[in-house]
């Protein structure tokens, strides 16, 4: 079942409405916001979408409902990490039931776990849903999966054909980079701090929470490398990094959700009531995003359009 993936995903949010529930109507409007775009597919219900806020029904509507409207224009990659084998296994199976193209698998949150738990683990669900999964590395929220650890399951679980890693581990970058070089697996940067770095060690493509509210700019630095524009390519990503560095202010979901709000998709709610201090920081993202994409935004539009596919 060893095949490849690469190029740019958005990683997306989940709108919700005022009860918590997802809202579907933006949630396709958030579908198209991207594929309009030009990424290479999705990535629903991860670390930017706030799995745990959701049940495993709701989860697999999301994934069923994502499927349909994307409608063949890329994969859609669905996320089922949860705590348990029980709760991971149902919702693996009903998003493959779904039409998923591939399965992302974090490794379970909340407890700490050595890393042959971790490898138990991902050799139950592999092994009883055979469809093609990404193992997904999140060590700020989940158990953390080595690269060493992560490199013995790619080569010996038929259907495990690669790995999003979102450690921001530089160390990460070669070992990893040697996999897609092998043929042994595909790597998906998570981190978007390094996501030129990532690409200039080998590595297949991109997952990116940014992605989500700005995806031209991910597909720059992107399209850039790939088309060996390397002075271009590096400063797109020192863009990159300076967008990161106002969004992070705020818990990377709330930012991503603010920026969506500032570029017209209304996410909703964020999922705790927020203190006055909060909602000054989510006025001021939405008014510097405003600003800095009249000015330095202006200037990279330009630079995009004469980035070829």
């Known amino acids: 079942m060893k095949t490849s993936i690469g190029g740019v995903f958005s990683a ?3 709108p ?16 198209d916001f991207v ?13 930017t979408a706030e799995y ?14 994502a499927v349909e409207h994307v409608a063949g224009r890329g994969p859609v990659i669905t996320c089922v990490g949860t705590s348990s084998i029980f709760t991971t296994l149902a919702l693996a199976r009903g998003a493959a039931d779904a039409g998923s193209n591939l399965l992302l698998l974090p490794m379970p949150h909340f407890f700490h776990y050595s890393q042959d738990d971790l490898v138990a683990y991902t050799q139950a669900v592999c092994s009883a849903v055979p469809v093609p999964f990404l193992l997904y590395n999140l060590p700020s929220f989940t158990g953390a999966i080595t690269a060493a650890t992560a490199l013995q399951l790619m080569r010996t679980i038929p259907n495990l054909i690669g790995i999003k890693d979102s450690s921001g581990d530089r160390k990460n970058l070669r070992p990893l980079g040697k996999a897609c070089e092998e043929r042994v697996a595909s790597v998906l940067v998570g981190d978007d701090c390094l996501l030129l770095d990532a690409l200039q060690a080998g590595w297949s493509g991109t997952v990116s929470g940014i992605g989500c509210f700005v995806p031209e700019l991910i597909l720059a630095v992107y399209r850039s490398h790939r088309s060996g524009e390397t002075e271009r ?8 990094n300076a967008l990161i560095k106002e ?9 991503v959700r603010a920026c969506l709000d500032a570029r017209g998709v209304s996410c909703g709610p964020m999922h705790l009531p927020l203190s006055p201090a909060r909602r000054e920081q989510i006025a001021a993202l939405g008014g510097w995003l405003g ?19």
């Not at 969004?247 to 930012?255: A, D, H, K």
């Open 16 to 31: 919700i409405d005022d009860q918590g529930s997802p809202d579907e109507d933006v949630f396709s409007q958030l579908i």
């Open 291 to 309: 600003g800095w994409a009249r000015t330095r935004g202006l200037a990279l539009n330009q630079m995009w359009s004469s980035i070829p596919a």
């Open 35 to 47: 594929m309009d775009r030009g990424v290479d597919g999705v990535v629903i219900g991860g670390g």
């Open 12 to 14: 997306l949010a989940t």
């Open 233 to 240: 390519a590096a400063r797109l990503q020192a863009e990159l």
């Open 247 to 255: 969004v992070v202010r705020l818990p990377i979901p709330w930012g």
């Open 52 to 65: 745990p806020h959701f049940e495993v029904k709701t989860r697999i509507a999301l994934a069923r409902q």
